[in-house]
């Protein structure tokens, strides 16, 4: 078994022999991975700014096979295709009860080593699930980005947009990608990117993804304010972490209107200034990512989208052997890759 392992923070190693997961565990699935994408978080967690006490997987956005099912795991068959995402909760607890469910239980519990791993254990109980199974018209590369649809999917719910609304997200990783995409089908009118990162700006602009705005450019607001009018947007997203571009989405966001914040501040906030949150009657909403969405069938609202939207997201997609993980790091770090895929097989 080969898994690449975080040993250190900023050190990754190849594991050509590694033992393997061993024995199921009550209520899992052992599942032989096939790709498992680079996260944002999983990039936090490489540079230090994320413990290795808080977070005891490592990768949580992959695809593969379920090769075994142990006792208490609920109905999937060895052989099924599945992709990880926040599938189900146990609609019991204090949490689930009051429409928090992705507060249900942590992800540390669902899963083990994690997904950049050939195999992996994976909680499938009646009262928990971390997989759904997929349907053929997706391949498995394209699977890995079920997970970040399904946190994209919960900022598109969280924003709960009327059609025409105007949006600025700022933060063009996958996630504010595929949130883009998802508003766009919600009927957002207009719906600008902004980000720093000059490589990952021009493979935007390439693609034709969306309209990007340069945030290094002194005139950003007035770039933005050219496309959604002078008064500001409607909502704004702000999927960067960065604490200085909240005083950004202040600026960008038109009084009356919604801030979604779905980051990670790895830093305080110190000298923000919060006034405008009262002086432009904001509205600002958190987006905790993932979130069991389901369609009146049961089935899962955010593979739903992933399939309808798929041949979009296949764009931001740069796939990388295992042995050259380590380099599907540094391209994400340097924006050179929008979305780095580690394939197993
Ligand atoms: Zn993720
Ligand atoms: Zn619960």
Avoid at 26 to 43: M, P, R
Avoid at 202 to 214: A, F
Wanted: aromatic share 6%; net charge negative.
């Amino acid at each position: 078994m080969r898994r690449v392992a975080l040993i250190d923070y900023g050190k990754l190693e190849l594991q050509n022999h590694w033992e393997g997961v061993g024995q199921l565990r009550l209520g899992t699935v052992k599942v032989n991975v096939s790709a498992c994408s680079v996260c944002g978080s999983d990039i936090a967690l490489f540079k230090g700014n994320r413990s290795f006490t808080e977070e005891r997987y490592f990768g949580h956005e992959f695809s593969g096979v379920v090769v075994d099912a142990g006792d208490g795991a609920n109905g999937i068959a060895p052989g099924t295709r599945v992709a990880s995402e926040l599938s189900r909760t146990c609609g019991q607890c204090w949490n689930c009860l009051n429409g928090l469910q992705n507060y249900c239980k942590s992800m540390n519990d669902a899963l083990l080593p994690g997904g950049f791993a050939e195999e992996t254990l994976v909680l499938n109980r009646p009262d928990y699930s971390f997989i759904s199974s997929l349907p053929q018209e997706i391949d498995d590369v394209t699977a890995t980005l079920l997970e970040p649809t399904n946190c994209a999917y919960r900022i598109a719910r969280q924003a709960n947009i009327i059609p025409g609304d105007h949006v600025v997200i700022f933060g063009m990783g996958t996630m504010g990608l595929i949130a883009a995409r998802i508003l766009r089908g919600m009927g957002a009118d207009i719906v600008i990117g902004v980000d720093n990162n000059n490589a990952r700006l021009e493979k935007i602009r390439q693609l034709n993804l969306l309209d990007v705005v340069d945030s290094n450019a002194p005139d950003w607001l007035e770039q933005i304010k050219e496309m959604v009018g002078d008064k500001g947007a409607d909502i704004v997203i702000e999927a960067t972490g960065v604490v200085s571009v909240l005083k950004r989405a202040f600026e960008a966001v038109r009084p009356g209107g919604k801030i979604v914040v779905a980051s990670v501040y790895h830093e305080l906030a110190g000298t923000l200034e919060l006034t405008p949150i009262m002086r432009k009657e904001l509205t600002m909403v958190g987006a905790k990512g993932p979130f069991p969405h389901r369609k009146t069938d049961g089935s899962s609202a955010s593979l739903e989208t992933l399939v309808n939207i798929q041949d979009d997201l296949k764009k931001l997609i740069t796939v990388y052997d295992y042995k050259d993980a380590l380099r599907a790091f540094e391209d994400m770090m340097s924006g050179d890759a929008i979305k780095a895929v580690v394939k197993f097989n």
